[in-house]
T-cell receptor, first 113, second 112 residues
């Protein structure tokens, strides 16, 4: 069964450092997302991406965040200068553009020290 | 902005007891999806409800979508220890982004 894959599974970084989280969405899917889940809390929408551009972003997705689809398969989330409060599980997700069913990757746990 | 509320926050049941979680949106939804997240895991899609008043069943799980498409429920009959996890509802906006708004989740614990 096709799945969304994410790397790394866990990243530990110092405050102020740049972090790039990588995702390979399901092939042929058209919509790509990043969601965030702080430990013990609900899943929060960060950004959606369609047709090679951001289609929507939340208030969490400030100037420190950026997304890119550098080639036909990868979808990356960059945090330019990490803060302690960026520590969370980051989920990549994709949707085919037909059913509305969103499939999630297993997540990348970011720990900012 | 659009909000999705979910209750209860926690439910601790004896194995074999039933369990229900309720979801309520501040706005009318295009559809609603339910996800299960095991401890340490990622959200796994369970089901999607689209039609007003729709009821769907998956073995011991029954999902309902309200007539006004603003609320939904998940009912588990005769819980098992394998049902442990957090159940999230997520309302979908069928616009250009297919953005999911997640409820706060209900964490289910099952005593064997």
């Amino acid at each position: 069964e096709p799945e969304v894959t994410q790397t790394p599974s866990h990243q530990v970084t110092q405050m102020g450092q740049e972090v790039i989280l990588r995702c390979v969405p399901i092939s042929n899917h058209l919509y790509f997302y990043w969601y965030r889940q702080i430990l013990g809390q609900k899943v929060e929408f960060l950004v959606s991406f369609y047709n090679n551009e951001i289609s929507e972003k939340s208030e969490i997705f400030d100037d420190q965040f950026s997304v890119e689809r550098p080639d036909g398969s990868n979808f990356t989330l960059k945090i330019r200068s990490t803060k302690l409060e960026d520590s969370a599980m980051y989920f990549c997700a994709s949707e085919a553009g037909t059913s509305g069913v969103v499939f999630f990757g297993e997540g990348s746990r970011l720990t900012v020290l | 902005g659009q909000q999705v509320m979910q209750i209860p926050q926690y439910q601790h049941v004896q194995e074999g007891e039933d369990f229900t979680t309720y979801c309520n949106s501040s706005t009318t939804l295009s559809n609603i999806q339910w996800y299960k997240q095991r401890p340490g895991g990622h959200p796994v899609f369970l089901i999607q409800l689209v039609k007003s008043g729709e009821v769907k069943k998956q073995k011991r799980l029954t999902f309902q979508f309200g007539e006004a498409k603003k609320n939904s429920s998940l009912h588990i009959t005769a819980t098992q220890t394998t049902d442990v996890g957090t159940y999230f509802c997520a309302g979908l906006r069928m616009d250009s982004s297919y953005k999911l708004i997640f409820g706060s989740g209900t964490r289910l614990l099952v005593r064997p």
